[in-house]
């Protein structure tokens, strides 16, 4: 049986459901890319900052994350406390949260179109099995249900029936692996923006606190307890 058999047979619900699988091939196929893009190298660009910062080397850690921030939402969310001039710590943890905030939001891109997938396609399926049946049936009577023609007639109008829902469960089952697969990728950049984010922070408050103390001891009046 050929795809345009197979599309006739599974009734007027197959159009949506086409139509659905088209949806989700070009969400995962995105979302694949963007992923792909995403992870590559990012350990060694976090790296590269905390190193720099942990030198002290503030501008040059700020350089190395702006030349990645249109590449990488882990170079945008590293970038985002080091673009201020002289910021407290405070301030420089709120532009590490917001950031992160954000970039989840983006990483969080498609999700609703999977969900809606996997929750319409097994439906409409079922859909297309019913209607199926509804015609199998209809024309049906008592007394021809035992013959072997019209049970054949009804066998076969049922197996066709069944086409469609085979059809939804497909689409929502690849839909679902992977958007579970997109979760974990999206809870791993969670963990690593938090720790990533956390070790920036604690250098960034021992350079507060150094540079702090070096201005009080030089008599900054501003510093001045």
């Known amino acids: 049986m050929d795809a345009r058999e197979l599309f006739e047979k599974g009734g007027i619900t197959m159009i949506p459901l086409f139509g659905l699988s088209i949806l989700s091939i070009a969400t995962i196929l995105e979302r694949l890319w963007f992923w792909f893009k995403t992870t590559r190298k990012e350990e060694e660009l976090i790296e590269r900052v905390l190193e720099a910062s942990a030198n002290d080397e ?43 905030e954000q970039e989840i939001a983006t990483m969080r891109k498609g999700d609703k179109i999977l969900e809606s997938i996997i929750a319409l396609a097994p439906l409409l399926g079922l ?50 692996g992977f958007y579970r697969l997109f979760q974990g990728l999206i809870f791993g950049q969670i963990n690593l923006f938090r720790g990533a984010g956390n070790q920036l922070e604690l250098l960034y408050r021992e350079h507060w606190l150094n540079t702090k103390g070096k201005s009080i001891n030089a008599g900054d009046p501003e510093l001045m307890p």
């Open 58 to 100: 503030w501008d040059t850690a700020a350089q190395i994350a702006k030349q990645e921030r249109n590449r990488k939402p882990i170079g945008r969310f590293l970038y985002a406390p080091l673009k201020r001039t002289n910021p407290d710590p405070e301030t420089f943890k709120l532009a590490l949260e917001a950031s992160a």
């Open 127 to 176: 859909l297309g099995t019913v209607l199926g049946l509804i015609t199998s049936l209809r024309g049906l009577k008592l007394g021809d249900a035992i013959t072997t023609a019209t049970g054949g007639n009804v066998t076969d109008g049922i197996s066709e029936s069944l086409y469609s829902t085979a059809a939804g469960m497909i689409v929502a089952i690849v839909s679902l």
